[in-house]
Every structure is written in structure tokens, then in C-alpha cells.
């Protein structure tokens, strides 16, 4: 593999990147670009050290557990005292992720029924359905993936208001919220709206 241009370099994953998306050690990612097991198209040595191709990376550790599937194997089902979940969440988490996630781990409560643990590559949303407001319940995790839809409250022609949320799971929420109700709520891929009266974040 050749390098050619900065545009090249920022398409390639350094080896602690490897490692923090595929939960693997990084002396291992670095025995695969030494041994071989990553192809001379795969990785490369530079001045920085290992660059890693995101195919060659994926051929090998994409069947590893995801830091998403690891947090939802242990968090779904789970029930605290919601003034407790963070802390209960924290102890629950540390002790399966490698030292690269530890380093760049942050959980915090954004409201009752939404916590956030942030990496340093990706955010994971954790949602509540608990019926009390005392307690957090884990219903369901899934990264932050910023979500476009157009909304038209009272279902009046011309009253569309576009709105953003952080993942799939919040917005397919508000499409459900119109279910029996004049208004309506739909993907911004679904809809060919023209003019909007404003928007909601």
C-alpha cells in the first residue's frame, strides 16, 4: 500500500484505533501488521507508526464482539434506583472493556430515562422504560446516530416543522406519538417537504 496524500492518511486507522473499536489489545494489532496477518494492502509502517486499512481491520476482529453489543449483553434487564444507575452502570461496564476504553470512558445522566456513555469513537444512548420515576430500567441501547424527521403537529398543510434527534430509537418514538392523532411525524428520506415553518433540536 502506497501513501500518496493527507487524504489518503485520514481514510486509515492507527493501531490504538483499531484496537479501541474492535476491543482488542494493541500489542495484538501490531503483532497482525508484524506477522503478517494483515496483508502489505491492508497496513503499512510510517514515521507514526502502523496505519491500518478499515477492511483489513474489519476482515479480522469484525467478528469480535462490538463495544455496543458488549454494553447491551450486560445492561439490558437491569433495574437501579435512578439516583444509583450511573454508578451501578459504571461498576457494571469497567471490568469489560480493555485499558484503550477504560482511558476514554465517560457515563453520565442526561435526563430520567436517557443516559449517555461516551468513547472516544463512538456515544451509546441508554433509554429507561421504567413506569416509576425512581428507578431506571434498561429497555434499550443503541449509538448516537443523529436522526432527521419532519413533523406536522396537527396535521395542517404547511405546518411542518423539521426536528433532529440523537438515535433512531428516539425518533421512531415520535413517529408512534401520532399513532390515532391528526399529526404526523415522518423520516426526512420519506417526505419531499418544500418549506418549513422552523425547527425543533
Known amino acids: 500500500m502506497e501513501i500518496h496524500s493527507i487524504y489518503d492518511v485520514a481514510k486509515l486507522l492507527s493501531t490504538a484505533a483499531v484496537s479501541e473499536q474492535y476491543s482488542v489489545a494493541t500489542v495484538n494489532v501490531l503483532d497482525a501488521c508484524k506477522k503478517g496477518r494483515l496483508t502489505e494492502d491492508e497496513a503499512v509502517l510510517t514515521s507514526v507508526g502502523w496505519l491500518i486499512t478499515p477492511e483489513g481491520a474489519a476482515r479480522l476482529w ?61 456515544t451509546l444512548a441508554v433509554y429507561s422504560d421504567a413506569e416509576d420515576d425512581a428507578s431506571f430500567h434498561v429497555a434499550h441501547v443503541e449509538p448516537i446516530e443523529k436522526t432527521t424527521l419532519y413533523t406536522c403537529p396537527r396535521g395542517r398543510e404547511g405546518e411542518v416543522y423539521r426536528e433532529i434527534y440523537d438515535t433512531p430509537y428516539e425518533a421512531e418514538q415520535r413517529i408512534r406519538s401520532f399513532d390515532d392523532e391528526p399529526g404526523w411525524s415522518k423520516y426526512a428520506k420519506e417526505c419531499n417537504v418544500t418549506e418549513l415553518l422552523g425547527e425543533h433540536i
Open 62 to 122: 469484525s467478528h469480535r464482539n462490538t463495544i455496543e453489543s458488549i454494553v447491551t449483553d450486560a445492561l439490558m434487564g437491569k433495574t437501579w434506583p435512578k439516583e444509583q444507575a450511573v454508578e451501578e452502570a459504571r461498576q457494571t461496564i469497567l471490568p469489560l472493556l480493555s485499558i484503550e476504553r477504560k482511558r476514554h470512558f465517560v457515563l453520565s445522566m442526561k435526563h430520567a430515562r436517557k443516559m449517555l456513555i461516551e468513547f472516544k469513537d463512538k
